[in-house]
């Protein structure tokens, strides 16, 4: 078990200090607020991850749309050019 890079022997000695700094009574509730920064952490890392792939999306949907219309409207200016070299007399 390798949590953060800490085994197994290293969680039970920061676990024997911290029940001999805080004691038995405080222990379970900083418990549970460690574990609640913990769960928010993760939740705001889920959002912005979420967010992240939304704006990358939309980008890659303008990238094609982009790459759809291009030779379309390259198209449309080489006939306008042409119909206007054509009309000019020589």
Do not use: H
Not at 43 to 58: G, L, P, R, V, W
Request: proline letters at 6%; charged letters at 25%; glycine letters at 6%.
């Amino acid at each position: 078990m390798n949590i953060f890079g800490i085994g197994l022997p290293e969680m039970a000695v920061i676990m024997v200090v911290a029940l001999l700094i805080f004691g038995p009574k405080k222990l379970p509730e900083i418990g549970r607020s460690v574990g609640k920064t913990i769960r928010s952490f993760q939740e705001a890392s889920k959002d912005f991850q979420n967010e992240f792939q939304k704006e990358a999306e939309q980008l890659e949907e303008t990238v094609k749309t982009t790459a759809e219309l291009e030779p379309k409207q390259i198209e449309s200016v080489k006939s306008e050019q042409d119909t206007a070299s054509s009309s000019q007399p020589s």
